[in-house]
């Protein structure tokens, strides 16, 4: 089993960065594909990057490519989201998400999940 809990959100302004962590239990964190997950209010959970287990590939949703990294340190047990150049809709809560197999942007392909943490952009 993995659990999983996010750190590094906060209240920031537009324009601004934010880096994400995720740390995970278990010592099987280096075998499984990472996701990052972001949810606003009355809206669904929406796929914004995922990476394999070794680092490569990696994916991103449409509205993060150019201006989002998502890396990982397995030693660490430890998955990253860093996002530049932040906008008022990147607004949510942000969750981790682990996964078997290769990256994939289904929340369904994901097996455990944190908490979440907030992420809030003003304007």
């Known amino acids: 089993q993995v659990q999983l809990v996010e750190s590094g959100g906060g209240l920031v302004q537009a324009g601004g960065s934010l880096r994400l962590s995720c740390a995970a239990s278990?010592?099987?964190?280096?075998?499984?594909?990472m996701g990052w997950f972001r949810q606003a209010p009355e809206k669904e959970r929406e796929f914004v990057a995922a990476?394999?287990?070794?680092?490569?590939?990696?994916n991103y949703v449409d509205s993060v490519k150019g201006r989002c990294i998502i890396s990982r340190d397995n030693a660490k047990n430890t998955v990253y989201l860093q996002i530049y150049s932040l906008k008022p809709e990147d607004t949510a809560v942000y969750y981790c998400?682990?996964?078997?197999?290769?990256?994939?942007?289904?929340?369904?392909?994901?097996?455990?999940w944190g908490q979440g943490t907030q992420v809030t952009v003003s304007s």
């Open positions: 278990g010592r099987t964190f280096s075998s499984y594909t």
């Open positions: 990476i394999n287990w070794s680092g490569y590939p990696t």
């Open positions: 998400a682990a996964a078997r197999g290769m990256p994939t942007a289904k929340p369904s392909g994901y097996e455990y």
